[in-house]
């Protein structure tokens, strides 16, 4: 190095060794104050939580089956088998325990509540590359009957339109899509 860079060196060195030792204590104050601050806030915490009081200690206990939606308390379900990025199936009992024909099958989530009874959605393999593979059943809780009502072989269904006597599915697999009216 020649005189002229050396010189350069020794100035910006001392700049910034300067910057340094009067921006250090600015930031080791800012670091206490912020440990402060939230041990303050800590304590006030603590301090509120003791005076709200003890509440009874509920001891909830954990099941499996949960109770499924759109099914007005009627059935619930277990998982079963999760496909990854797809469908879970489930297996579905009663919520009553009276015994039913939905033990011995596997069902998909989507479950429609009409008037005669629950639209459900049956697996017929469980086996990820079998599927999509299911057979669109209503299941008439008072008979305890499963009826079979049409085969769809996709991911993307739902109930169109319900009438009298009529149903219409409305399905959708990404290239084509389609519809099924079945008498009910």
């Not at 998982?79 to 009553?96: C, E, L």
Request: hydrophobic fraction near 45%; aromatic fraction near 14%; charge should be negative.
């Amino acid at each position: 190095m020649n005189k002229v860079q050396l010189f350069f060196h020794h100035i910006f060195k001392f700049i910034w060794n300067l910057i340094f030792v009067v921006s250090y204590p600015i930031l080791a104050t800012f670091g206490v104050l912020l440990i402060a601050v939230t041990w303050l806030f800590s304590a006030l915490s603590r301090l509120l939580a003791s005076l709200r009081g003890k509440k009874a200690a509920v001891e909830e206990i954990e099941t499996d089956w949960k109770e499924l939606p759109g099914t007005n308390g009627l059935l619930e379900g277990k998982v079963f088998k999760q496909i990854m990025f797809g469908p879970t199936g489930f297996q579905i009992r009663r919520k009553d325990g009276v015994p039913s024909v939905l033990h011995d099958y596997i069902f998909g989530s989507k479950v429609k509540f009409i008037e005669t009874g629950l639209i459900l959605e049956k697996w017929n393999a469980t086996d990820s590359k079998d599927l999509p593979d299911f057979d669109i059943c209503l299941y008439n809780p008072d008979e305890d009957s499963l009826t079979v009502l049409t085969n769809i072989k996709c991911f993307d269904w739902h109930v169109a339109e319900v009438q009298q006597k009529e149903l219409q599915f409305k399905w959708f697999d990404g290239i084509q899509g389609g519809e099924v009216s079945v008498a009910i």
